[in-house]
């Protein structure tokens, strides 16, 4: 009897756990969508307390960090963001390897890192890592928007290589993938047709029409990123509405 008893017991208890646990998925998810990034971050955390292994909550504390970290204007917050958010996206995919949207975020601290390494061999490695498992995860789940913006945002970021970085790339691995402008646009036109209020992904896709000399059609998104940024009536959206609206300035 007492056996049975501790085995209703525990059972109770686990219940109540996962039953916690989705209720503060809610709650995060809820406040994301408010734009409370920081509060729904906490959120998250509390998930990966209870269960370590939370796929979704470990790779949204590490989008999070990743998003929260590239609007830091000192280095240091900065880099401690990004290493957050890296030790996070590495117990995501340590835990489900073959998972689209643990790939996803290795793919987006790896790029993240690049911002501030400072020696060429680091920078190049995770210009390799992004390619990789971006890769991954997109084999997984062709249709992953964010994942669509990561391939399509690196060879974007590849066809503006510096020469110094091309070189090391060349002389660490042989050379990588060429970026490509016309696949930075596909990729980002997918995740657009996938996720239109991806600001993000709009702002970059004008930048790339802009670089590939198609005015009209960066005119068209950079626009299209006020509108957005507009709707979301936000300060967290201020600097994207900022950036856009002085590239039209520009046009």
Not at 157 to 166: D, G, H, P, T
Not at 217 to 245: H, M, P, Q, R, Y
């Amino acid at each position: 009897m007492k056996i049975v008893l501790s085995v209703l017991f525990a059972f109770c208890m686990l219940c109540a756990k996962a039953q916690d646990i989705n209720l503060l998925l809610k709650e995060a998810a809820s406040l994301e969508k408010q734009l409370k990034e920081p509060e729904a971050l906490d959120k998250y955390k509390l998930v990966t307390k209870a269960d370590a292994n939370n796929i979704t909550a470990l790779v949204k504390c590490a989008e999070l960090n990743a998003a929260i970290g590239a609007r830091q204007t000192d280095k240091n917050a900065k880099i401690t963001y990004y290493n957050t958010a890296q030790s996070c996206a590495q117990q995501a995919i340590a835990t489900a390897p073959d998972n689209a949207d643990a790939n996803y975020a290795m793919a987006l601290v790896a790029a993240k890192m690049t911002e501030v390494s400072t020696e060429n061999k680091t920078v190049v490695e995770y210009v390799r890592k992004a390619k990789l498992y971006v890769d991954k995860a997109l084999a997984i789940n062709p249709s992953h928007a964010k994942a669509n913006y990561t391939i399509g945002k690196w060879h974007f970021e590849m066809v503006n290589l510096s020469w110094v970085k091309k070189a090391a790339v060349k002389t660490l691995y042989g050379g990588l993938p060429k970026g490509d402008i016309d696949s930075a646009i596909i990729y980002m036109e997918k995740c657009r047709s996938l996720d239109q209020y991806f600001v993000s992904n709009t702002l970059d896709l004008a930048k790339a029409y802009q670089y590939n000399h198609q005015p009209a059609k960066a005119i068209e998104f950079f626009e299209e990123c006020v509108k957005i940024s507009k709707e979301l009536d936000d300060d967290e959206e201020s600097g994207f509405l900022i950036n856009a609206t002085l590239y039209l300035a520009r046009l």
